[in-house]
């Protein structure tokens, strides 16, 4: 599979299509989900064009994977979800086919601001 030009996140990322941006730079943007499935429910996706976690594994280089795992701290840093404050959050992939993934464009779910529960319960 290639990665496909005309997802939505990669539209996103060209300013093509609007988003509620909670932060930006060099290696990612972090946006609201558009269907918020938990009270905060934050989008982040790396700026390169990666399919799912294993593409970006394989394919991205070491900067860029710093560069998204940090900026998932920056950003729950900035909704005050982070380790730090006591609160926390899920962070989630989901990855292909059976993981159910929608949107070809890599990137990670951001579950907070409540309790988040059990993955499986
Ligand atoms: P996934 O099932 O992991 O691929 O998740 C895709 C997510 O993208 C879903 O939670 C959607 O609600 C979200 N989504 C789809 N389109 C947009 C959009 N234009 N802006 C923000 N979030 C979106």
Known sequence: MSYDDNNIFAKILRGEIPCNKIY???FILSF???NPQKKIH???IPKGKYIDLDHFSMNASTEEIVGLLKGINKVAKKLEISA???KGYR???N????GGQEVPHLHFHLFG???VGKMVE
């Open 91 to 93: 962070a989630l992939a």
């Open 95 to 98: 990855i292909s086919d059976y």
């Open 42 to 44: 934050a989008l982040v």
């Open 84 to 86: 730090d404050t006591g």
């Open 24 to 26: 930006e730079d060099n």
């Open 32 to 34: 609201y989900d558009i």
């Open 113 to 115: 601001g409540e309790k």
